[in-house]
């Protein structure tokens, strides 16, 4: 009661002498300095120190500091407070965990799983320090290595709690013959850095080590920097990427219109290590780390996919944002109901911006879209969660770890590939409806006008103010008509099956789904390794699950036969709707005999095929909506 009674004081204070509501609850502090450094790259451990001058009204007063649950753009809650160790805090200045070791310490209380409280000392001045454990080569995480550090700040930097919205400076110290590159970069060999806010801060993700390389290039004006770590052979293909790059760059301009800053980064690895893979949004940069290497097609067309999505997200979802996306409460997950929109369509928008920059054509960008038709309308969670819901359950599917067993597998969809398919669907509807005046690509234009560039900043952070799916509803209902309440209702926030047949009839192109050659799969996903089939779902009341099967269990055989990879589903192909197929399981220690009665063919294939009767202003929709018209 005491604090608060104190910080009511302050507020008073502030309000009488800012004139300003929505001022912080204190004063800001006079300095916060962070300080990076990594002496010792083997350990994995970055060193943290941060320099807090306080004003009179502060010091005497405990300081909090808190460690983010999660960070921007990964819904998952990870904790990041559990790699943290030795914190302390040292009285006066001291700059790096080196200097300040052995100064006398102020006594820190840890107050819960992400903070600590830092007792006062009637002193202006204070340095916290901690080490941070980094050893993931990710958009999310952060490795510090012998070859390199590479940080994404959310899992780096503590806040000091109040003091969110203040300005920071940042050091970073690198290891001899490092450099270090990110996305605010005033020029080369740059060691430090001033942002508005520690949010700022910690979206400007940071590569230090010997050996990147750079290729520049300008698009309308503005500056694009391709900054490559291969850990990987390149087999040459540098200049390629970075030509190609340049390409997406342009077709997503021609879109969008002049993106709001004067240069880009994107940060791209290629991990050779078979299983680090993610992409990250930033206000001037992304992140991209590629599993493979740069001379592997596959992977450099993996990168490509991955470019042309995050760097639509420039517009989508780091400016344009749903209205809980920023600032962020870092103590609790995020609780949106617009990730449909900010995944979802830069999902879409990623493959068709592809295919507008000519790095696709016309079957490989419908090909990837029925195979997302297939996924989507193949799910057991399609018929029991809508994009919002899953928007809302984005904690438990982001790469959300779970140690308790779920049966998400059949209750769930992702909002990425759902929400692709809500845009795909409403971007034809709106161009059929409208008959060509008007687009999805209008409702972003629009929205990106009304609510990042004209509405009044709503908070420290940004631009303008976060979207509602209310306001997207408003604005879809302005360009293509009322009749799309409707479609927010049944296809947003119900699990109706969206109206493929007719978004695709307005374009002279048709969805066409057949039972598959291998009809059935019992309702059974199996993981395979060299040992065994192991069951890793059952859908519920399907033939398996009315056999007993259950996750785990190992199949011995199907049908009398062994089971691999290439042969399951051929086994089940031999036999009709009512036949009994035996199945032999081990679980844990027992070995199970079980009987499946096949039911309805439940594998389907979908097409999308050109209307043989296409007429011509269908075609010309077609090209309008592949080409960007
Ligand atoms: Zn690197
Ligand atoms: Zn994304």
């Known amino acids: 009661m005491k604090t608060r009674l104190r910080s009511v004081i302050i507020l008073l204070t502030v309000i009488l002498t800012l004139s300003s509501a929505a001022a912080a609850q204190e004063p800001p502090l006079k300095s916060i300095a962070y300080r990076l450094a990594m002496s010792r790259p083997v350990s994995h451990l ?12 502060l010091k005497d007063k405990a300081l909090e500091l808190q460690m983010p649950k999660w960070s921007p753009g990964r819904y998952a809650v990870f904790d990041f407070a559990k790699n943290v160790q030795e914190f302390r805090a040292i009285d006066g200045r001291c700059s790096t965990v080196i200097a300040c070791a052995g100064k006398p310490t102020r006594p820190v209380t840890r107050v819960d799983d992400q903070t600590w409280s830092v007792a006062p000392s009637g002193s202006n001045m204070l340095t916290i320090t901690y080490k941070v454990f980094a050893n993931d080569l990710s958009g999310t995480f952060s490795q510090l290595d012998d070859r390199h550090g590479n940080y994404n700040g959310g899992c780096i930097f503590m806040y000091v709690v109040g003091h969110k919205a203040d300005p920071v400076t940042l050091t970073i110290a690198p290891p001899k013959d490092w450099k270090i590159v990110n996305g605010r970069m005033d020029h080369a060999g740059q060691t430090e850095w001033q942002f508005p806010n520690w949010d700022i801060m910690i979206d400007t993700p940071t590569e230090i080590a010997p050996d990147w390389t750079q290729d520049d290039f300008d698009v309308d004006g503005k500056k694009y920097h391709v900054v490559v770590h291969s850990f990987g052979p390149e087999g040459g293909k540098r200049a ?8 997406i760059v342009r077709a997503e301009v021609a879109m969008w219109g002049p993106p709001e800053f004067s240069e880009y980064t994107f940060l791209l690895h290629f991990a050779a290590d ?11 940069s992304t992140q991209i780390i590629e599993p493979g290497a740069l001379a592997e097609p596959a992977i450099y067309n993996d990168m490509l996919d991955a470019v042309s999505h995050e760097f639509f997200h420039v517009w989508n979802v780091k400016r344009l944002r749903p209205f809980e996306l920023g600032p962020w409460d870092f103590t609790r997950p995020a609780n949106t109901r617009g990730l449909w929109v900010a995944e979802g369509f830069t999902n879409y928008y990623g493959r068709l911006m592809l295919r507008r920059a000519g790095l696709s054509d016309d079957k490989r960008f419908l090909g990837r879209e029925a195979q997302t038709i297939k996924g989507i309308e193949s799910a057991q969670g399609s018929k029991l969660m809508s994009a919002e819901d899953s928007s809302l359950s984005a904690p438990f599917l982001d790469d959300a770890p779970h140690s308790q067993q779920t049966n998400l597998e059949n209750t769930a969809i992702s909002y990425y590939p759902k929400g692709e398919l809500v845009g795909l669907v409403m971007d034809l509807l709106i161009r059929g409806r409208t008959a060509g005046k008007s687009s999805l690509d209008d409702v972003m234009r629009r929205m990106y006008d009304e609510f990042y560039l004209k509405s009044p900043n709503n908070s420290y952070y940004l631009r303008g103010r976060g979207y509602h799916t209310d306001d997207v509803e408003r604005v879809v209902a302005e360009l293509g008509g009322a009749e799309f309440h ?20 307005y374009v002279g192109l048709r969805l066409v789904k057949a039972p598959a050659s291998e009809p059935f799969n019992a309702g059974l996903a199996l993981d395979f390794d060299d040992q065994a089939a192991t069951i890793q779902n059952v859908r519920n009341y399907s033939p398996a699950e009315n056999a007993g099967l259950q996750k785990n269990d190992r199949i011995v055989s199907l049908g009398g036969k062994k089971v691999t990879r290439d042969s399951w589903l051929k086994a089940l192909a031999r036999y009709k709707k009512g036949d009994t197929v035996p199945v032999v399981v081990k ?7 079980k009987e499946i009665i096949l039911g309805e063919p439940e594998r389907y294939d979908y097409k999308i095929e050109e209307q043989p009767d296409a007429t011509d202003s269908q075609r010309a929709l077609r090209a309008a909506w592949l080409n960007g018209k």
Not at 240 to 247: G, M, P, R, T
Not at 486 to 505: G, H, T, W
């Open 46 to 57: 970055f060193e943290v120190a941060i320099e807090v001058e306080l004003p009179d009204e």
């Open 274 to 284: 078979d299983h680090s893979g993610d992409g990250m949004e930033h206000l001037t």
């Open 486 to 505: 409707e479609f927010f209702k049944r296809y947003v926030r119900d699990v109706q099956v969206l109206p493929y047949d007719e978004a695709f009839a």
């Open 587 to 593: 679980r844990d220690r027992r070995t199970l005999q």
């Open 240 to 247: 390629a990427l970075v030509s190609d790059i340049q390409k």
